[in-house]
């Protein structure tokens, strides 16, 4: 099946393949991996014969930026409390 989807997404246009893609924000911290929303998606496509070919995580970055620049923070409140 995977096959036949590379396949056919070399041959269609862009836009056959976007009607095939979802984007879903919001995925519980419990859930990091998506395993949880992989199998509630098979559970559903399998249903109309489908399946979950591949899920791509990107993670939520103005989350990262933010703990970065208080971890850069408290380095820094720290230099500055052992200097004196």
């Known amino acids: 099946m995977l096959n036949e989807f590379v ?5 269609e246009s862009t836009e056959w393949l976007k009607a095939r893609t979802a984007y879903i924000m919001g995925i519980p911290p419990n ?3 998506a395993k949880l929303l992989t199998t509630s998606l098979n559970t559903f496509l399998g249903n109309f014969n489908g ?3 591949s899920e ?3 993670p ?3 989350s990262l930026i ?7 923070e ?6 500055l409390v052992s200097k004196s």
């Open 51 to 53: 399946k979950v070919l």
């Open 74 to 79: 408290l380095e820094f409140q720290n230099i």
């Open 7 to 11: 396949t056919k997404s070399k041959k």
């Open 31 to 33: 859930d990091r991996k």
């Open 56 to 58: 791509k995580l990107t």
């Open 60 to 62: 939520e970055y103005q």
């Open 66 to 72: 933010e703990i970065e620049q208080n971890k850069k």
